[in-house]
């Protein structure tokens, strides 16, 4: 049964840089798409973006210009970081498996790391 | 962008009621519609894909339909522990999220 754990600092200043890792465990990481997903109270679900086996990545518009998501295979983990942070960054942030059906479509989900923005 | 509009945003229903979740979208998204419930303080469950695919392992009283612009998420007879909210997701365009609905158990 695949497990993905999130972790990472749940505290980060304005203008810094967010960074969370999410480890995989109990199935092949290079079969699917890796995504992260956030949730906050004010604007519900929004995807931030994915990662195939390959490297190639995909953002959301809106976040592209401060979001790189990066893996490392042999410790099958994917990363985040999230540049010059706001309160709009402050949610609850989800690694997720996607790719069994499209790009999006999540069937595990991390259970979540708490991330507040605040000086 | 694609905008998913779920109603109601709180429904309260009784153990064995028939209940309807409604999503709409901005602009077709053809059957490209998934929905999650999700419990408090958890991570949300893949109920149903492509509009009308039951996940394995969801129990049979979950069923989606629609295409195009508007999907509805029915469940056939309600448990108790079907208290959760329901989101839908298209992703059809990249993808976006409705903004959920609280269903609770009377």
């Known amino acids: 049964q695949v497990q993905l754990q999130e972790s990472g600092p749940g505290l980060v200043k304005p203008s810094e840089t967010l960074s969370l890792t999410c480890t995989v465990s109990?199935?092949?990481?290079?079969?699917?798409?890796w995504s992260w997903i956030r949730q906050s109270p004010g604007k519900g679900f929004e995807w931030i973006g994915y990662i195939a086996s390959s490297g190639h990545t995909s953002y959301n518009p809106s976040l592209k210009s401060r979001v790189t998501i990066s893996q490392d295979l042999s410790r099958k983990q994917l990363s985040l970081q999230v540049r010059s942070v706001t309160a709009a960054d402050a949610a609850v942030y989800y690694c997720a498996r996607t790719g069994f059906s499209g790009y999006y479509v999540v069937d595990h989900w991390g259970q979540g790391t708490l991330v507040a923005v605040t000086s | 962008d694609i905008q998913m509009t779920q109603s109601p945003s709180t429904l309260s229903a009784s153990v064995g009621d028939r209940v309807s979740i409604t999503c709409r979208a901005s602009q077709s998204v053809d059957t490209l519609l998934a929905w999650y419930q999700q419990k408090p303080g958890k991570p949300p469950n893949l109920l149903v894909y492509?509009?009308?695919t039951l996940q394995s392992g969801v129990p049979s009283r979950f069923n989606g339909s629609g295409s195009g612009t508007e999907f509805t998420l029915t469940i056939s007879s309600l448990q108790p522990d079907d208290s959760a909210t329901y989101h839908c997701q298209q992703y059809d365009t990249l993808t976006s999220f409705g903004q959920g609905t609280r269903l609770e158990i009377k």
């Open positions: 492509k509009a009308s």
């Open positions: 109990g199935d092949s990481f290079t079969y699917y798409v």
